[in-house]
């Protein structure tokens, strides 16, 4: 008798589901609510520990995260909160938001480099509660999906990493987690309601990196007969009102915009950044199959659990699950628009790889032969010993490598340099590097090799920046800061002792 009741339940447990009810989704036990509570005291903790141990061992990369924090800062100095400013040139790489966030921290707290570095993990916890939102009404009779899969997905090593940086990928994330979540209340609502706020996730994510948002969105939006396998029940102006609001959230910042910039930079932003990424001329063209193996290496280190890899196969017997075919149909759509396009990113994959741990905890949850270690307990125990081990490494790697890429100490130089009225210049590529850490407020001359002596003798009394390998260097020429970085040196000058010296730039072969 006891056999045929666990054959009872496992076959109840694998049955299609051709559909899930809201207001079932909606009803919350005592007992769901106590370990609903749970899980997000547990991920709440995670993920601020990972937020508060990054920033005590890492200081912000370059080039990235300090492009990122000295346009924030230009735009801070400016008072120009419209046209995001590098350098003193208009910076068309990527929309405002976060930027403005990042400017909402510094008008509570004061400038300062903690904020900006805590609004991405701010955001993963935001896109986690997103994704246990979703799969709790796409499997509201089994509501432990949710929390496994948010769970697997926050200590996935990478994520567990990238969420800490100074990105917009975090912030695309909440956005386009908020939006699935909203799209499937939308489809099984009969009010305008759910299909505004989806347009507003669309057009903040439009704001947040553009574009992109579209990737993630638009195929659950399009293929939403496929995934409900039945008639929507949204009306063409339900439709209108989600692309509306989605098209008015980025276009009010653009005519605002169009005031303050010159019409090639709104060009830039809207057309050629997008177009250039299509066809690989920014972004690493790769190939197209390229992005088959980071998509197994960003499951690391789930992907060596071997109850993990065994559900794989079992995901066949789902293939009538509503939730398995919105997860399935979203990530496959997302997956082969990203490889059609030449410039590819691994972090272009973290909402798609989000979607599989959904997938996958679905699977983990139906009933097997071990049956005397509950599902939840193993992955919170994985969770926290992939994240133990996340954390140490990230202790040890950037307890080597933080002198070489800590900048800090050049930047309060340059800056005290700069406050004390001497011009300052960098021979190469600069990409803001020293403008935060030296609260800098005039642009650095950039410099090419070839005509970088011209500016010396023009301003003998200037402070030159630049990489060791940027410079043939002869005599003994007495640097007034140096220090390592990255494989190289970074060395600053005074512009009448450089030339004294007979040193030379030169363009280095690598």
């Known amino acids: 008798m006891d056999r045929l009741r666990v054959a009872t339940i496992e076959i109840a447990a694998v049955e299609p589901i051709r559909g899930f009810d809201v207001a079932r989704a909606d009803g919350i036990t005592l007992g769901e609510r106590a370990l609903w509570f749970r899980w997000l005291l547990l991920a709440t903790l995670c993920t601020m520990a990972l937020a508060g141990i990054s920033l005590l061992v890492r200081p912000a990369l370059p080039v990235d995260e300090t492009r990122y924090l000295a346009v924030a800062w230009e735009m801070w100095t400016r008072g120009d909160f419209l046209v995001p400013h590098l350098n003193g040139a208009a910076y068309d790489h990527k929309p405002p938001l976060l930027f403005w966030l990042m400017h909402l921290g510094w008008w509570l707290f004061g400038v300062n480099e903690w904020w900006p570095r805590m609004i991405s993990p701010i955001c993963a916890l935001v896109a986690i509660i997103g994704l246990e939102r979703l799969a709790s009404i796409l499997w509201p009779q089994h509501r432990a999906v949710g929390r496994i899969g948010s769970l697997m997905f926050l200590s996935a090593s990478y994520f567990a990493i990238y969420q800490t940086a100074v990105m917009f990928d975090a912030l695309l994330l909440a956005c386009v987690t908020s939006g699935w979540y909203t799209l499937v209340r939308a489809s099984n609502a009969t009010g305008w309601r759910w299909w505004a706020i989806f347009g507003v996730c669309m057009g903040l994510g439009g704001l947040a990196k553009g574009p992109v948002v579209l990737v993630y969105l ?27 609001i989605a098209i008015s959230i980025p276009a009010l910042w653009i005519v605002a915009a169009a005031h303050a910039a010159p019409a090639e930079y709104l060009n830039r932003v809207l057309i050629d950044q997008t177009l250039h990424r299509v066809h690989g001329q920014i972004g690493h063209p790769r190939a197209f199959w390229w992005y088959l193996l980071p998509l197994v290496l ?156 011209a500016w010396l003798q023009a301003n003998p009394t200037g402070l030159v920046i630049a990489r060791l390998k940027r410079m043939d260097l002869r005599g003994t020429p007495v640097a007034e800061f140096d220090q390592h970085y990255k494989s190289d040196r970074l060395l600053m000058f005074n512009a009448q002792t450089f030339i004294d010296s007979g040193s030379q730039f030169r363009t280095p072969a690598s």
């Open 218 to 244: 638009l195929p659950p939006a399009i293929a939403m007969r496929w995934w409900l396998q039945r008639t929507v029940r949204a009306q063409a102006l339900h439709w209108a009102l989600a692309a509306l």
């Open 298 to 453: 960003l499951h690391f280190p789930w992907v060596l659990w071997p109850r993990l890899v065994r559900s794989v196969a079992r995901l066949h017997d789902f293939r009538m699950d509503t939730g398995v075919r919105f997860t399935a149909i979203t990530a496959a759509c997302s997956l082969l628009i990203l490889s059609a396009i030449s410039g590819k990113q691994i972090h272009y994959l973290i909402p798609i790889v989000a979607l599989s741990f959904l997938m996958l905890a679905r699977a983990l949850t139906a009933p097997s032969s071990d049956v005397r270690k509950p599902i939840e307990t193993a992955v919170r125990r994985g969770m926290l010993a992939s994240l133990v081990c996340t954390l140490l490494v990230l202790i040890i790697a950037f307890g080597i490598l933080r002198p070489r890429y800590d900048l800090a100490a050049a930047g309060d130089y340059a800056g005290a340099q700069a406050s004390a009225g001497r011009p300052l210049a960098y021979v190469g590529k600069y990409q803001g590097e020293l403008q935060f850490f030296g609260r800098l407020r005039q642009p650095v001359a950039t410099l090419k090799p070839s005509t970088a002596m």
